[in-house]
Protein backbone atom coordinates (compact mmCIF):
# COMPACT_ATOMS: atom_id res chain seq x y z
CA UNK A 1 0.00 0.00 0.00
CA UNK A 2 1.44 3.59 -0.14
CA UNK A 3 3.58 4.88 2.52
CA UNK A 4 4.70 8.36 3.48
CA UNK A 5 8.56 8.12 4.97
CA UNK A 6 9.86 10.43 7.31
CA UNK A 7 13.02 11.31 8.03
CA UNK A 8 14.80 11.33 10.66
CA UNK A 9 13.32 9.60 13.20
CA UNK A 10 15.35 11.21 15.93
CA UNK A 11 16.70 14.62 16.31
CA UNK A 12 18.49 15.85 19.17
CA UNK A 13 18.76 19.80 19.32
CA UNK A 14 20.64 22.25 21.28
CA UNK A 15 17.84 25.02 22.45
CA UNK A 16 18.42 27.84 19.86
CA UNK A 17 19.45 25.60 17.16
CA UNK A 18 17.09 24.79 14.19
CA UNK A 19 15.32 21.33 13.33
CA UNK A 20 13.94 20.05 10.11
CA UNK A 21 11.71 17.25 9.64
CA UNK A 22 11.13 15.82 5.91
CA UNK A 23 7.95 13.46 4.72
CA UNK A 24 8.53 11.84 1.16
CA UNK A 25 6.01 9.56 -1.25
CA UNK A 26 6.63 7.99 -4.15
CA UNK A 27 2.58 9.13 -5.30
CA UNK A 28 1.36 12.72 -5.65
CA UNK A 29 -0.89 13.19 -2.75
CA UNK A 30 -3.84 15.91 -2.70
CA UNK A 31 -2.41 17.45 0.96
CA UNK A 32 -0.52 16.85 3.19
CA UNK A 33 -0.92 17.43 7.09
CA UNK A 34 1.21 18.19 9.81
CA UNK A 35 0.62 17.13 13.66
CA UNK A 36 2.38 17.11 16.76
CA UNK A 37 2.00 15.12 19.76
CA UNK A 38 3.95 15.94 22.96
CA UNK A 39 5.12 13.22 25.40
CA UNK A 40 2.20 11.28 26.76
CA UNK A 41 -0.53 13.04 24.93
CA UNK A 42 -2.65 12.94 21.52
CA UNK A 43 -1.43 14.03 17.89
CA UNK A 44 -2.61 17.67 17.44
CA UNK A 45 -3.57 19.05 14.41
CA UNK A 46 -1.16 22.23 13.34
CA UNK A 47 -1.44 22.69 9.18
CA UNK A 48 -2.15 21.59 5.93
CA UNK A 49 -0.79 22.34 2.88
CA UNK A 50 -2.88 22.07 -0.77
CA UNK A 51 -1.02 23.71 -3.07
CA UNK A 52 1.69 22.89 -5.06
CA UNK A 53 4.73 24.99 -3.59
CA UNK A 54 3.04 25.99 -1.08
CA UNK A 55 5.05 27.48 2.00
CA UNK A 56 2.74 28.39 5.23
CA UNK A 57 4.57 30.13 8.04
CA UNK A 58 3.36 29.49 11.61
CA UNK A 59 5.95 31.82 14.13
CA UNK A 60 8.81 29.78 13.76
CA UNK A 61 7.27 27.10 12.28
CA UNK A 62 7.96 26.89 8.68
CA UNK A 63 5.87 24.58 6.38
CA UNK A 64 6.76 23.53 2.90
CA UNK A 65 4.83 21.30 -0.22
CA UNK A 66 6.92 20.26 -2.69
CA UNK A 67 6.55 21.65 -6.23
CA UNK A 68 5.54 17.90 -7.77
CA UNK A 69 3.07 16.90 -4.37
CA UNK A 70 5.31 14.19 -3.34
CA UNK A 71 7.13 16.03 -0.62
CA UNK A 72 6.90 18.24 2.75
CA UNK A 73 9.25 19.79 5.32
CA UNK A 74 8.91 21.17 8.74
CA UNK A 75 11.02 23.82 9.64
CA UNK A 76 12.13 25.16 13.22
CA UNK A 77 14.18 28.34 13.72
CA UNK A 78 15.10 28.81 17.36
CA UNK A 79 13.89 25.51 18.83
CA UNK A 80 12.42 26.34 22.31
CA UNK A 81 12.19 23.38 25.10
CA UNK A 82 8.39 23.68 24.17
CA UNK A 83 8.67 22.44 20.79
CA UNK A 84 9.72 19.00 22.55
CA UNK A 85 7.16 15.93 20.64
CA UNK A 86 6.94 13.78 18.08
CA UNK A 87 5.95 15.57 14.97
CA UNK A 88 4.29 13.40 12.40
CA UNK A 89 2.85 14.21 8.55
CA UNK A 90 -0.40 12.88 7.47
CA UNK A 91 -0.80 12.38 3.20
CA UNK A 92 -4.08 12.77 1.72
CA UNK A 93 -3.68 10.15 -1.83
CA UNK A 94 -4.28 12.10 -4.92
CA UNK A 95 -6.60 9.54 -6.15
CA UNK A 96 -10.10 9.32 -4.20
CA UNK A 97 -12.47 7.17 -4.05
CA UNK A 98 -15.69 6.98 -1.55
CA UNK A 99 -14.08 4.04 0.14
CA UNK A 100 -10.95 6.05 1.18
CA UNK A 101 -12.56 9.72 1.65
CA UNK A 102 -11.12 11.37 4.22
CA UNK A 103 -8.50 8.95 4.92
CA UNK A 104 -5.35 10.00 6.13
CA UNK A 105 -1.35 7.79 5.75
CA UNK A 106 0.85 9.20 8.39
CA UNK A 107 4.49 9.07 8.67
CA UNK A 108 6.41 7.25 11.29
CA UNK A 109 7.08 10.25 12.81
CA UNK A 110 10.12 12.47 13.59
CA UNK A 111 10.76 12.96 17.68
CA UNK A 112 12.34 16.09 18.56
CA UNK A 113 14.46 16.60 21.99
CA UNK A 114 15.63 20.26 23.12
CA UNK A 115 18.45 20.32 25.44
CA UNK A 116 17.94 23.82 27.26
CA UNK B 1 -17.75 23.10 20.36
CA UNK B 2 -16.84 19.28 19.04
CA UNK B 3 -15.09 17.18 21.55
CA UNK B 4 -14.38 13.40 21.72
CA UNK B 5 -14.54 11.27 24.30
CA UNK B 6 -12.36 8.43 25.11
CA UNK B 7 -12.30 5.70 28.05
CA UNK B 8 -11.04 3.99 29.65
CA UNK B 9 -7.76 5.78 29.54
CA UNK B 10 -5.68 2.97 30.92
CA UNK B 11 -6.48 -0.18 30.70
CA UNK B 12 -4.80 -3.70 31.77
CA UNK B 13 -6.42 -6.66 30.51
CA UNK B 14 -4.79 -10.69 30.58
CA UNK B 15 -4.21 -12.96 27.44
CA UNK B 16 -7.14 -14.46 25.90
CA UNK B 17 -9.64 -11.72 27.45
CA UNK B 18 -11.67 -9.36 26.01
CA UNK B 19 -11.95 -6.05 25.12
CA UNK B 20 -14.14 -3.15 24.35
CA UNK B 21 -13.10 0.57 24.05
CA UNK B 22 -15.66 2.98 23.57
CA UNK B 23 -15.32 6.72 21.69
CA UNK B 24 -17.89 9.18 21.09
CA UNK B 25 -18.10 12.82 19.74
CA UNK B 26 -20.17 15.59 20.57
CA UNK B 27 -21.43 18.70 18.95
CA UNK B 28 -20.62 17.17 15.02
CA UNK B 29 -22.90 15.19 12.95
CA UNK B 30 -22.24 12.28 10.53
CA UNK B 31 -18.21 12.59 11.00
CA UNK B 32 -15.55 10.69 10.22
CA UNK B 33 -14.28 8.08 12.44
CA UNK B 34 -10.72 6.45 12.74
CA UNK B 35 -9.28 3.94 15.24
CA UNK B 36 -5.46 4.08 15.49
CA UNK B 37 -3.09 1.98 17.50
CA UNK B 38 0.44 3.56 18.49
CA UNK B 39 3.17 1.28 19.68
CA UNK B 40 5.72 2.28 22.18
CA UNK B 41 7.66 5.25 20.43
CA UNK B 42 5.88 4.18 16.84
CA UNK B 43 4.07 6.04 14.39
CA UNK B 44 0.46 5.93 14.03
CA UNK B 45 -1.31 2.39 12.66
CA UNK B 46 -4.89 3.32 10.80
CA UNK B 47 -7.02 0.19 12.10
CA UNK B 48 -10.41 1.52 11.16
CA UNK B 49 -12.10 3.82 9.76
CA UNK B 50 -16.01 4.74 9.53
CA UNK B 51 -17.43 7.53 6.86
CA UNK B 52 -21.10 6.35 8.68
CA UNK B 53 -23.39 4.14 10.55
CA UNK B 54 -22.56 0.61 10.04
CA UNK B 55 -19.88 1.23 7.66
CA UNK B 56 -16.31 0.07 8.48
CA UNK B 57 -13.18 -0.15 6.66
CA UNK B 58 -10.72 -2.41 8.17
CA UNK B 59 -6.67 -1.41 7.11
CA UNK B 60 -5.06 -4.44 8.72
CA UNK B 61 -5.62 -8.13 9.41
CA UNK B 62 -5.80 -8.76 12.91
CA UNK B 63 -8.17 -9.69 15.68
CA UNK B 64 -9.71 -6.64 16.34
CA UNK B 65 -13.05 -5.31 15.26
CA UNK B 66 -15.31 -2.25 15.32
CA UNK B 67 -18.31 -1.09 14.91
CA UNK B 68 -20.57 2.16 14.46
CA UNK B 69 -24.07 1.42 16.47
CA UNK B 70 -24.55 5.43 16.21
CA UNK B 71 -23.87 8.23 14.20
CA UNK B 72 -21.10 9.83 16.91
CA UNK B 73 -19.93 6.23 18.23
CA UNK B 74 -17.96 4.17 17.49
CA UNK B 75 -16.51 0.60 19.32
CA UNK B 76 -13.31 -1.09 18.95
CA UNK B 77 -13.35 -4.85 20.03
CA UNK B 78 -11.66 -7.92 20.45
CA UNK B 79 -13.08 -11.50 21.73
CA UNK B 80 -9.33 -12.47 22.52
CA UNK B 81 -6.71 -10.30 23.30
CA UNK B 82 -2.91 -11.16 22.33
CA UNK B 83 0.56 -9.67 23.80
CA UNK B 84 0.36 -7.62 20.66
CA UNK B 85 -2.52 -5.85 21.28
CA UNK B 86 -0.52 -3.80 23.66
CA UNK B 87 0.01 -0.12 22.65
CA UNK B 88 -1.60 3.12 22.60
CA UNK B 89 -5.32 2.91 20.67
CA UNK B 90 -6.46 6.60 19.66
CA UNK B 91 -9.53 7.43 18.41
CA UNK B 92 -10.59 10.66 15.86
CA UNK B 93 -13.09 12.07 13.86
CA UNK B 94 -13.05 14.55 11.11
CA UNK B 95 -16.07 16.51 9.24
CA UNK B 96 -17.04 14.20 6.42
CA UNK B 97 -16.76 15.92 2.78
CA UNK B 98 -16.75 13.83 -0.21
CA UNK B 99 -13.14 14.14 -1.81
CA UNK B 100 -12.14 15.80 1.15
CA UNK B 101 -9.03 14.90 3.62
CA UNK B 102 -10.07 17.28 6.31
CA UNK B 103 -8.28 17.74 9.51
CA UNK B 104 -8.33 14.70 12.18
CA UNK B 105 -9.42 15.69 15.82
CA UNK B 106 -7.80 12.97 18.33
CA UNK B 107 -9.11 11.80 21.31
CA UNK B 108 -7.06 11.12 24.53
CA UNK B 109 -6.33 7.64 24.10
CA UNK B 110 -6.33 4.77 25.99
CA UNK B 111 -2.95 2.97 26.86
CA UNK B 112 -3.40 -0.70 27.19
CA UNK B 113 -1.51 -3.53 28.47
CA UNK B 114 -2.18 -6.85 27.78
CA UNK B 115 -0.07 -9.18 30.62
Known amino acids: GQQVMQIPQYQHVQEGEDFTTYCNSSTTLSNIQWYKQRPGGHPVFLIQ?????EVKKQKRLTFQFGEAKKNSSLHITATQTTDVGTYFC????????????????FGQGTTLQVKP | SQTIHQWPATLVQPVGSPLSLECTVEGTSNPNLYWYRQAAGRGLQLLFYSVGIGQISSEVPQNLSASRPQDRQFILSSKKLLLSDSGFYLC??????????????FGPGTRLTVL
Open chain 1, 90 to 105: AAGIEKWSASNTGKLI
Open chain 2, 92 to 105: AWSVHRAGAHNEQF
Open chain 1, 49 to 53: LVKSG
